[in-house]
């Protein structure tokens, strides 16, 4: 149990299909965030959200769409994927915001496959 | 841009001492953190260091030199448990961390 919980922790997709990843945290961070993880490549920041605002958004394209309705839980939002988004997607969270190198969380990440 | 460098594999032998590198930018750049991910796993966090020299946590150390733009990651008396990737990852001033592509760690009995 890494205290951050992602759900669920595989999904396989139409490109046609909306999805939902869920992230949760009882922590008590005040920041989370979205990450990509593909093969042999640096994570890549999808999202951020700092005390529930939005505060980084790193040219992800609008068919991700997140949601943090409060500081314990974050949605990311799927529609119309191409093959090339399947992915692990990675949830963080950490106390102190972008700033705080050592204190993120990771989940476990859910791995999305777009047939 | 600001990009983080290191190797995509290590083998080593279990109880052996191996060392991980990683070179970065050096604008802007206030820190480097390292992360362990098992495969299948959540990256878990390792050691930050903000000032040069060595920060040692048990088996595992990390360096910084600011002057050569480098640090490494050392594993002591390493167990098969310790295969995983390692992860180096930059703070900038930009308040985002900056990931390498990570180096796959093979333990050989």
């Known amino acids: 149990e890494t205290g951050v919980t992602q759900t669920p922790r595989h999904l396989v997709m139409g490109m046609t299909n909306k999805k939902s990843l869920k992230c949760e945290q009882h922590?008590?961070?005040?920041?989370m965030y979205w990450y990509k993880q593909s093969a042999k490549k640096p994570l890549e920041l999808m999202f951020v959200?700092?005390?529930?605002?939005?505060?980084e958004n790193n040219s992800v394209p609008s068919r991700f769409s997140p949601e943090c309705p409060n500081s314990s839980h974050l949605f990311l939002h799927l529609h119309t994927l191409q093959p090339e988004d399947s992915a692990l997607y990675l949830c963080?969270?950490?106390?102190?915001?972008?700033?705080?190198?050592?204190?993120?969380?990771f989940g476990s990440g859910t791995r999305l496959t777009v047939v | 841009g600001q990009s983080l460098e290191q190797p995509s594999e290590v083998t080593a032998v279990e109880g052996a001492i191996v060392q991980i590198n990683c070179t970065y930018q050096?604008?802007?750049?206030?820190?480097l953190s390292w992360y362990q991910q098992h495969d299948g796993g959540a990256p878990t966090f390792l050691s930050y260091?903000?000032l040069d020299g060595l920060e040692e946590t048990g088996r595992f150390s990390s360096f910084l030199s600011r002057s050569d733009s480098y640090g490494y990651l050392l594993l002591q008396e390493l167990q098969m448990k310790d295969s995983a990737s390692y992860f180096c990852?930059?703070?900038?001033?930009?308040?985002?961390?900056?990931w390498g592509a990570g180096t796959k760690l093979i333990i050989k009995p």
């Open positions: 963080a969270s950490s106390q102190d915001g972008p700033s705080d190198p050592g204190g993120y969380t």
């Open positions: 922590l008590g961070h005040n920041a």
């Open positions: 959200y700092n005390f529930k605002e939005q505060t």
């Open positions: 050096t604008s802007g750049f206030y820190g």
């Open positions: 260091n903000a």
């Open positions: 990852a930059g703070l900038y001033s930009n308040y985002q961390l900056i």
